[in-house]
T-cell receptor, first 116, second 113 residues
Framework: NAGVTQTPKFQVLKTGQSMTLQCAQD?????MSWYRQDPGMGLRLIHYSVGAGITDQGEVPNGYNVSRSTTEDFPLRLLSAAPSQTSVYFC???????????????FGPGTRLTVL | AQSVTQLGSHVSVSEGALVLLRCNYSSSVPPYLFWYVQYPNQGLQLLLKYTSAATLVKGINGFEAEFKKSETSFHLTKPSAHMSDAAEYFCAVRKAAGNKLTFGGGTRVLVKP
């Protein structure tokens, strides 16, 4: 298994440009999520999905769109990049929550994005 | 809303010394608690988890953490630091229902020879 993969590893954008960060997992996990990591703030949840066709907002969703057409893929779209979106982005996946059970979240290697 | 506070954004320890990373959480009900480690330029890796089975939890690489409900704490310790422990460590909390994690701000550990 490749686990959770993310592309690209690095990206530089100009303000106003758009791009899509790719995330894929081969563990048949229903739950997938996107986080951004900023110094001193830990990881903050942007969007998440509990299964194909179902997405919801996290703590910091503004400026980002997501869709989930397949179980494997969960792309994150920046429609008009802003310098405030300079960050490291992590995708994670896990099995869905079952009451009383623990499901570890597996993280991808991250995408380092700079918006000039 | 849940929150997680990690005291100290940077910790410096000597090789062989005790590593102590502090984590306090706020939650109205006993949550699921986690420690993750992030090595340079890598993603997060699970160190250990508390899921109410035992208050003292042992993880990988010699780390352990103790859940103290009265103090709402979940501090991470390792008796003897190794150079390979240099990394950033994150405490996280999750409600008993659902998958969403709330992370603390992280503590970067520097190990001096």
């Amino acid at each position: 298994n490749a686990g959770v993969t993310q592309t690209p590893k690095f990206q530089v954008l100009k303000t106003g440009q758009s791009m899509t960060l790719q995330c894929a997992q081969d563990m048949n996990h229903e739950y997938m999520s996107w986080y951004r990591q900023d110094p001193g703030m830990g990881l903050r949840l942007i969007h998440y999905s509990v299964g194909a066709g179902i997405t919801d907002q996290g703590e910091v969703p503004n400026g980002y769109n997501v869709s989930r057409s397949t179980t494997e893929d969960f792309p994150l779209r920046l429609l008009s990049a802003a310098p405030s979106q300079t960050s490291v982005y992590f995708c994670a996946s896990s099995y869905p929550h079952v009451s009383g059970a623990y499901n570890e979240q597996f993280f991808g290697p991250g995408t380092r994005l700079t918006v000039l | 809303a849940q929150s997680v506070t990690q005291l100290g954004s940077h910790v410096s320890v000597s090789e062989g010394a005790l590593v102590l990373l502090r984590c306090n959480y706020s939650s109205s009900v006993p949550p699921y608690l986690f420690w993750y480690v992030q090595y340079p330029n890598q993603g997060l890796q699970l160190l250990l988890k508390y899921t109410s089975a035992a208050t003292l939890v042992k993880g990988i690489n010699g780390f352990e953490a103790e859940f103290k409900k009265s103090e709402t704490s979940f501090h991470l310790t390792k008796p003897s630091a190794h150079m390979s422990d240099a990394a950033e460590y994150f405490c996280a909390v999750r409600k008993a229902a659902g998958n969403k994690l709330t992370f603390g701000g992280g503590t970067r550990v520097l190990v001096k020879p």
